[in-house]
């Protein structure tokens, strides 16, 4: 038990592998996942991967009001949504990798949710169907047109069961507006518009509009050799409509109000910590870089991830964090070496649980880190295969930075770089996580005595 973690120990769920569907050792680039996203109830939840897959998975229904049996998220569809293309005017591959996805919230039977990689961005329709319309009378049971001369009768045609079947549909294509990678989308609290963010520019849609977006943010110079900073993430205020933040990777994050003025240079509020002189070095540039950035549920706080920690803002408080939160500090003399290997420019994910009291983030060795806002209490998890059967209890990790070594303890200069949980997602209202590491899925939760 670790008391403070909300009081719970976790255990495997499931565990899924984007690889035929088991824990196999040969993963192609193409099965990496490079996003999850749980949909706002938490009975679904999105992977997206570097081959332009996205896989849905969906919680037994069966098991959902047994407080000793939570659900197991089995595959409810998958579909292919972006291919590989090619700029012909600037001579660029595009790259079908699944940069982000956001769900809408349901409004019918169906399911919509937003999936873009570099470049473009697609609204997806996902819907069941269970029963086919027999009996037309232009055309025969194969359904060739019959000739109107032999039709003597008028039938009514009739709905009939058929094996359940999950279609993904495009109903929009949201392109051509990005001149550089996009690495955000954020779905607006008025569920009519949202907005994508690439390195120098956010782009404000209307979900019915495809041919058209507002720019409401643009940081690029009138001269390239100017700049000095590139937008990293951006995110909409989870109630007002009007506010959105964007983080840079100079470290500092931007709140921006829509209706002070229509394009968005002239932020509201500036959030920046200052440097301390003590701790500069050649790294320290990239390592404040933000990669991640997120409201709280309740909108009061914005945490960020940069490549060291997590850091935790007041709204109302610009001028330093109120909580900052070390994700893996032995890594600082570490430092040259993941500048060389190029680990140290990994875009680590955070995420709040239900309750914005817990924020949950990644590490390498496949580790993951788990802070407690009340308690200040933290864990290191480790998503592996020997962690993979269901039931397992996943066992505190610690990490030992030099001197002696104790059992349970893993070495600094043991870890494996390879291995990096960069994408993680919690459930709304539960204590259930999906941990996504190289190719493999992995779905945990609080153990129930």
């Keep these: 038990m670790i008391p403070g973690i909300g009081a719970f120990t976790w255990d495997t ?36 991967d570097k081959g332009g897959r996205v896989v849905i998975f969906q919680r037994e229904q069966e098991s959902k ?9 089995n595959v409810y ?34 399911y919509f949710l937003l999936s873009t990689n570099d470049k473009t961005v697609k609204l997806w329709k996902v819907s ?17 047109l019959r ?23 495009p109903r929009r294509v949201f392109a051509n507006a990005h001149t550089y990678h996009i690495n955000s989308i954020s779905v607006n609290s008025d569920y009519e518009t949202y907005m994508s963010a690439d390195d120098l520019r956010i782009n404000l849609w209307n979900f019915e509009i495809t041919n058209q977006s507002f720019n409401i943010v643009d940081i690029k110079p009138a001269n390239m050799e100017e700049l000095t900073e590139v937008i990293t993430a951006a995110e909409f205020h989870p109630h007002h409509c009007n506010t959105f933040v964007y983080s840079s990777s100079k470290g500092t994050i931007r709140l921006c109000d829509m209706r002070a003025s229509a394009l968005c240079d002239r932020h509201t509020k500036f959030f920046e910590e200052p440097e301390d002189p003590s701790n500069r070095s050649f790294f320290s540039e990239i390592i404040s870089s933000i990669s991640d950035v997120k409201f709280s549920h309740s ?13 935790v803002w007041d709204l109302n408080m610009e001028n330093r964090p109120i909580e900052t939160y070390q994700v893996h500090d032995y890594l600082r003399s570490k430092l040259c ?33 788990m802070f407690d806002r009340n308690t200040k209490r933290d864990v290191t998890l480790e998503a592996s ?7 397992a209890i996943l066992k505190p990790r610690k990490v030992c930075v030099g001197g002696k070594r104790r059992k349970d303890e893993i070495s600094v200069d043991s870890l494996d770089f390879s291995k990096k949980i960069l994408h993680t997602a919690w459930h709304p209202s539960e204590n259930i996580i999906a941990v996504a590491a190289t190719n493999n899925l992995y779905i945990f939760q609080d153990k129930v005595n």
């Design 13 to 48: 769920l499931w565990c899924f592998s984007q690889v035929k569907g088991t824990m196999e050792t040969g993963t192609t680039e193409a099965d990496i996942i490079s996003t999850v996203e749980f949909n706002h109830t938490g009975e679904l939840l999105a992977t997206g």
């Design 385 to 391: 295969r020997e962690n993979s059967k269901p039931r």
């Design 77 to 110: 569809s998958t579909f292919q949504s972006h291919e590989p293309e090619f700029d012909y005017l600037k001579s660029l591959e595009i790259e079908e990798k699944i940069n982000k996805i956001r769900w809408l919230p349901q409004q019918n039977a169906a």
């Design 128 to 144: 069941e169907r269970d029963k086919r319309p027999e009996g037309y009378n232009l055309k025969d049971e194969e359904g060739r």
């Design 299 to 311: 909108g009061r706080y914005i945490m960020t991830r940069d490549y060291l920690t997590v850091k």
């Design 65 to 73: 009001n047994q407080v000793h049996r939570r659900g197991e998220y």
């Design 337 to 369: 070496s993941l500048y060389e290997n190029d680990c140290i420019f990994d875009k680590f994910e955070c995420v709040w649980n239900g309750s914005d009291s817990v924020i949950m983030t990644g590490s390498y060795n496949n580790f993951f880190r």
């Design 147 to 169: 000739d109107p001369a032999t039709i003597t009768t008028l039938r009514v045609p009739v709905l009939r069961p058929m094996d359940l079947m999950v279609e993904a549909t």
